[in-house]
T-cell receptor, first 110, second 113 residues
Framework: AQKVTQAQTEISVVEKEDVTLDCVYE???????LFWYKQPPSGELVFLIR??????QNEISGRYSWNFQKSTSSFNFTITASQVVDSAVYFC???????FGGGTRLMVKP | SQTIHQWPATLVQPVGSPLSLECTVE??????LYWYRQAAGRGLQLLFY??????ISSEVPQNLSASRPQDRQFILSSKKLLLSDSGFYLC????????????FGEGSRLTVL
């Protein structure tokens, strides 16, 4: 099976710190999509980003940024100036039939 | 706009009892539908997916089954629940083929005692 690995099971930071969530994936496909989802305590998964394998440009959206490195099969997610509301479990996933990583629980303390 | 709903939100069932979780999508047609399970403290595991009415693919062998009696309805069932079936079940849909964004329902928390 082509896995998605999120090696960090849990990260704890203090508010306003920057934090990077790692994601490494396996694939035999030449074209594929990568995703990040956020799961707040309510449980519902919230879509954050989709990235096509052809597009290796890094993307920034407010305090969120993503670093896609095809050479190392990594798609890391950075939150700048973290806030308590960022506390959640974050999942990296690879398409077409989405395979999810195990998730990283981020706790941001005030 | 499209919406997805699943119910019940919370369910406590004894071992050996049947299960039926329902999921419906509104505002779109011919969606791809998915059931995922999230065991406590773990990641998401794809259980079933469906590309059309009556078309079900199973990713993991288990005592669960899925059915799609209507285009926008997806049902997860079991004839006899096991303790290991406890978890958080999420229904999701995508538009058509390919790797579109997955839209998730609110989730159903199942506890088997």
């Amino acid at each position: 099976a082509q896995k998605v690995t999120q090696a960090q099971t849990e990260i704890s930071v203090v508010e306003k710190e920057d934090v990077t969530l790692d994601c490494v994936y396996e694939t035999r496909d030449t074209t594929y999509y990568l995703f990040w989802y956020k799961q707040p305590p309510s449980g519902e998964l919230v879509f954050l980003i989709r990235r096509n394998s052809f597009d290796e440009q890094n993307e920034i959206s407010g305090r969120y940024s993503w670093n896609f490195q095809k050479s190392t099969s990594s798609f890391n997610f950075t939150i700048t100036a973290s806030q308590v509301v960022d506390s959640a479990v974050y999942f990296c996933a690879r398409g077409n039939m989405l395979t999810f990583g195990g998730g990283t629980r981020l706790m941001v303390k005030p | 706009s499209q919406t997805i709903h699943q119910w019940p939100a919370t369910l406590v069932q004894p071992v050996g009892s049947p299960l039926s979780l329902e999921c419906t999508v509104e505002g779109t047609s011919n969606p791809n539908l998915y059931w995922y399970r999230q065991a406590a403290g773990r990641g998401l595991q794809l259980l079933f997916y469906s590309v059309g009415i009556g078309q079900i693919s199973s990713e993991v062998p288990q005592n669960l089954s899925a059915s799609r009696p209507q285009d926008r309805q997806f049902i997860l069932s079991s004839k006899k629940l096991l303790l290991s079936d406890s978890g958080f079940y999420l229904c999701a849909w995508t538009r058509g083929r390919g790797s579109g964004e997955l839209f998730f329902g609110e989730g159903s928390r199942l506890t088997v005692l």
